[in-house]
């Protein structure tokens, strides 16, 4: 027990949260590898030209799905972001991609594609360009190849959007206990802090668990019997958003 100034402050246990990010230093010796998904303006061949400003940071100016509105489960979707920097980002935040489904599950594809490329560490996967390491006024094609969970959900959300995950050290383990999200200032937002690129649409009718994994209807089941209603979707936790100044630069 320590007294400081009257007030008794009890050491009850170390706890560590962390960014996991790479130091400045390592981003900028990877940035060469990465120089090749740089462009100096947007394409003007883009298919779906958007602007969503996260924070001030980085503007996502552009998208491309293919296919374009169908995502069946267990097939592959190639998505095409165009993102561009406006400020240095804090070191902490990268990329995600997210697929939710209308009872709020998410499934994730932060680290998919070459301009994610990360290592491992103590922390999880580090990104090895992440947006801080990006230079202003230039604008990164960023490519995904997704493959579509085995969902049982008519609906998918398409979203993206950059997050900084906090960690925390407990006996010598590293759990993440939060995740904050750079806000969406303009543009569609899926209302999560995230941008809404696309629906896809499963082709799996509501309700309907009466298919095994390879689509082939389970004998003795009757098409919609074990429908029931969609839980609400959930939201994720909420504080204040980490290096974000109060500005907005339109």
């Known amino acids: 027990m320590k007294h400081h100034g009257g007030t008794s ?17 390592d981003a900028e010796k990877a940035a060469p ?9 947007v394409p003007t061949d883009v298919k ?41 980002a804090p070191p902490c935040y990268r ?4 697929l939710t489904g209308p009872d709020g599950t998410v499934h994730e594809f932060n680290d998919v594609g070459s301009l994610r490329a990360s290592d491992d560490t103590e922390t999880g996967k580090v990104p090895r ?16 190849t997704l493959t579509v969970p085995r969902v049982e ?11 900084c995950p906090q960690y925390e050290l407990n006996d010598g383990k590293t759990e993440k206990v939060a995740e904050f999200k750079l806000p969406v200032l303009s543009g569609v937002s899926d209302g999560k802090e995230g941008a809404l690129v696309s629906r896809l649409m499963t082709g799996v009718r509501r309700g309907d668990k009466s ?19 969609d ?20």
Not at 33 to 41: G, H, I, M, R, V
Not at 95 to 98: E, F, I, N, P, V
């Open 95 to 98: 990329l995600y991609t997210h």
């Open 211 to 229: 298919k095994d994994k390879d689509g082939r209807r389970r004998p003795g089941q009757r098409p919609g019997a074990d429908r029931r209603p």
């Open 33 to 41: 590898e990465f120089q090749k998904f740089a462009l100096s303006a």
């Open 153 to 163: 959900v008519p609906v998918l959300t398409l979203s993206v959007g950059l997050s």
């Open 48 to 88: 779906t030209p958007t602007f969503v400003d996260f924070g001030g940071k980085v503007h996502l100016v552009g998208w491309e799905v293919s296919p374009g509105g169908v995502a069946a489960p267990g097939s592959t979707i190639s998505l095409k972001l165009y993102w561009a920097s406006v400020k240095k």
């Open 129 to 144: 360009f992440p947006p801080s390491a990006w230079t202003p006024g230039t604008v990164y094609v960023d490519e995904q």
């Open 231 to 250: 839980a609400p979707a959930g939201r994720g936790p909420m504080g204040r958003v980490p290096g974000l100044e109060r500005e907005n630069p339109q």
């Open 9 to 25: 402050v009890a050491l009850l246990g170390a706890l560590v949260f962390a960014c996991a990010s790479p130091p400045a230093s």
